[in-house]
């Protein structure tokens, strides 16, 4: 009896799963770590938001290039390899107390993500192109990316207990054991997938690497120099400068393809752009579960867990318990100032979230009692968790329709991706409601809901994205409009801190949820309009 899958999949599966497991170990808690007073940099809310914005995006960018050098120079286990080690060396290099230090370990996940993420998956597609497996390559897919959730579910519960237990460096350091497991892991399955690693021919179709670099590389970088050197800020930071103005020679250069296209590729890579543009609001929103959701978890939500539950998260290093001290806005305040005043560094004033601060008077523990409460990062398993559980579903759905022959287009099905999307928002707008503005605490409920809705457009957009470029692309730039689908969700990235930064801003809260809401309302209300126009592209290349 034939095998189903190749036997190489488990090794992928795993190598995968434990890549996941570092990177979300290390996003899930860079955030908290930025703003931590004792043993982090002590950041507002805006100066964090706006280095994590500029992280993910970078990180989401990185992979165009890294695709392309595996591709046609270094080959794929190379790739996966030298990426894997760089992302667990930056991992380790963040224990390290130094702001030096920590831009060093992010250029490295930063480089290392760009050769591992997207080396992995084209390794995946060659072993399932084969006559045998072609049929199955969706299949494969699927238990390729429930890996990845299973990482990213299971990585915060460990980053809870290390850090209650023995504190955020070691987080860190478990990120980078988990990074170099997952490079034994494909070390050790290498005879199973060591013929599919294959370089990628050069055709007269395609752009030269050193072209890539002089048109699209050279041009980016110098303009985000300018960007950076201007006086004062455009757009709030040096940083959001730097990066925007970086993406303006990319954006002119992915529109010259249209215009410079032949009459029959225009329409879709017409289509594609729109689908880019679009998406930007999605990434700008979903990826506030870093930042703003993770902000409203810490600070905003109710993590108090007593009686047997508390027991339990107490016995299991998922909860701590932490004093109450009516003074303690002020304590926190001073001993920053000391910090400050004791390393030579600039003094300034800092308001340090307390948990305690919007308590109903009724709910707060006695002077100088304590409350066991359950620890900020176990919120970032909520996403995952709800990929792991829906897409079975999904997957269910639209095979079920797929039989009655109504299953929608895959334009279609991004349009609902975003409108589900903008609904998962008004449920935060509820939570801002229902806490009085965030002077009280809301159930970890609103979170949850809201993470599942958000869930829902995900998995209707993300993967539906990817299958859109591979139909609607020339068949001679795909791989440079598979890099623009990263670019729209580098820049959404981007977005997402820049709009985090505006939380402190808004006194009232629900305010900041409103405008994510507009934001995608606006994004889904174009797609919409274009609806009939993509499906007839679509239609046009013979594909759904």
Not at 37 to 63: H, K, R
Not at 146 to 158: E, L, P, R, S
Not at 219 to 235: C, R, T, V
């Given at each position: 009896?034939?095998?189903?899958?190749?036997?190489?999949?488990?090794?992928?599966?795993?190598?995968?799963?434990?890549?996941?497991?570092?990177?979300?170990?290390?996003?899930?808690?860079?955030?908290?770590?930025?703003?931590?007073?004792?043993?982090?940099?002590?950041?507002?809310?805006?100066?964090?938001?706006?280095?994590?914005?500029?992280?993910?995006?970078?990180?989401?960018?990185?992979?165009?290039?890294?695709?392309?050098?595996?591709?046609?120079?270094?080959?794929?286990?190379?790739?996966?390899?030298?990426?894997?080690?760089?992302?667990?060396?930056?991992?380790?290099?963040?224990?390290?107390?130094?702001?030096?230090?920590?831009?060093?370990?992010?250029?490295?996940?930063?480089?290392?993500?760009?050769?591992?993420?997207?080396?992995?998956?084209?390794?995946?597609?060659?072993?399932?192109?084969?006559?045998?497996?072609?049929?199955?390559?969706?299949?494969?897919?699927?238990?390729?990316?429930?890996?990845?959730?299973?990482?990213?579910?299971?990585?915060?519960?460990?980053?809870?207990?290390?850090?209650?237990?023995?504190?955020?460096?070691?987080?860190?350091?478990?990120?980078?054991?988990?990074?170099?497991?997952?490079?034994?892991?494909?070390?050790?399955?290498?005879?199973?997938?060591?013929?599919?690693?294959?370089?990628?021919?050069?055709?007269?179709?395609?752009?030269?690497?050193?072209?890539?670099?002089?048109?699209?590389?050279?041009?980016?970088?110098?303009?985000?120099?300018?960007?950076?050197?201007?006086?004062?800020?455009?757009?709030?930071?040096?940083?959001?400068?730097?990066?925007?103005?970086?993406?303006?020679?990319?954006?002119?250069?992915?529109?010259?393809?249209?215009?410079?296209?032949?009459?029959?590729?225009?329409?879709?890579?017409?289509?594609?752009?729109?689908?880019?543009?679009?998406?930007?609001?999605?990434?700008?929103?979903?990826?506030?579960n870093g930042t703003a959701l993770t902000i409203w978890a810490e600070s905003y939500t109710n993590r108090h867990v007593e009686g047997a539950a508390g027991n339990v998260f107490r016995s299991v290093k998922l909860a701590a318990d932490v004093p109450y001290i009516k003074d303690s806005v002020e304590k926190y305040d001073n001993q920053f100032r000391l910090q400050k005043t004791t390393t030579g560094s600039v003094i300034k004033e800092y308001d340090y979230p307390v948990y305690f601060k919007n308590v109903k008077p009724q709910d707060l523990p006695r002077e100088g009692g304590k409350a066991t409460l359950w620890s900020t990062p176990l919120s970032q398993s909520i996403n995952p968790a709800w990929v792991i559980l829906l897409t079975p579903l999904v997957l269910a759905f639209f095979s079920f329709l797929r039989s009655r022959k109504k299953e929608p287009s895959t334009a279609t099905k991004i349009a609902f991706g975003l409108l589900i999307s903008a609904l998962s928002v008004l449920v935060m707008v509820g939570a801002a409601y229902m806490s009085n503005n965030g002077a009280e605490k809301a159930s970890v409920l609103w979170l949850i809901f809201s993470y599942g809705v958000i869930t829902l457009g995900e998995l209707l957009l993300s993967p539906m994205g990817l299958s859109l470029v591979s139909k609607l692309s020339p068949v001679r730039i795909t791989s440079l409009m598979m890099g623009g689908w990263f670019l729209s969700t580098s820049i959404g990235n981007k977005l997402s801190g820049l709009l985090a930064t505006l939380w402190d801003g808004y006194e009232n809260k629900a305010n900041f949820f409103w405008v994510n809401f507009v934001l995608l309302l606006v994004a889904t209300g174009i797609i919409f309009a274009m609806l009939k126009w993509l499906n007839a592209i679509m239609k046009e290349k013979g594909v759904k």
């Open positions: 009896m034939p095998a189903k899958h190749p036997k190489a999949l488990p090794y992928l599966f795993f190598s995968e799963m434990w890549e996941r497991f570092g990177y979300y170990l290390m996003i899930g808690i860079f955030l908290l770590y930025l703003k931590n007073v004792e043993q982090g940099f002590a950041m507002t809310n805006a100066e964090a938001s706006d280095l994590y914005g500029t992280f993910i995006a970078l990180v989401f960018l990185t992979p165009f290039l890294g695709g392309l050098l595996a591709d046609r120079y270094f080959g794929y286990r190379k790739s996966i390899i030298t990426g894997g080690i760089m992302m667990g060396a930056g991992y380790c290099l963040m224990a390290i107390h130094s702001l030096p230090m920590l831009y060093i370990s992010m250029t490295l996940v930063i480089i290392g993500n760009g050769f591992f993420k997207p080396n992995i998956s084209t390794l995946l597609g060659n072993l399932y192109s084969t006559p045998q497996f072609i049929d199955r390559k969706d299949d494969g897919y699927n238990i390729f990316y429930m890996g990845i959730n299973v990482g990213a579910f299971i990585c915060n519960f460990f980053s809870a207990a290390i850090i209650i237990v023995w504190g955020w460096k070691y987080a860190f350091i478990a990120a980078g054991i988990g990074m170099f497991i997952g490079v034994i892991t494909f070390i050790t399955g290498t005879r199973h997938y060591r013929h599919a690693d294959v370089l990628k021919p050069m055709s007269k179709a395609d752009m030269p690497f050193g072209k890539i670099v002089l048109t699209i590389l050279v041009p980016s970088i110098l303009a985000g120099i300018i960007g950076w050197l201007i006086p004062g800020n455009i757009f709030k930071s040096d940083s959001n400068d730097a990066f925007i103005f970086a993406c303006i020679p990319v954006i002119y250069f992915f529109a010259t393809l249209y215009f410079k296209a032949e009459a029959d590729e225009k329409r879709p890579i017409a289509a594609l752009l729109a689908i880019f543009a679009a998406v930007i609001m999605f990434w700008a929103v979903f990826k506030q």
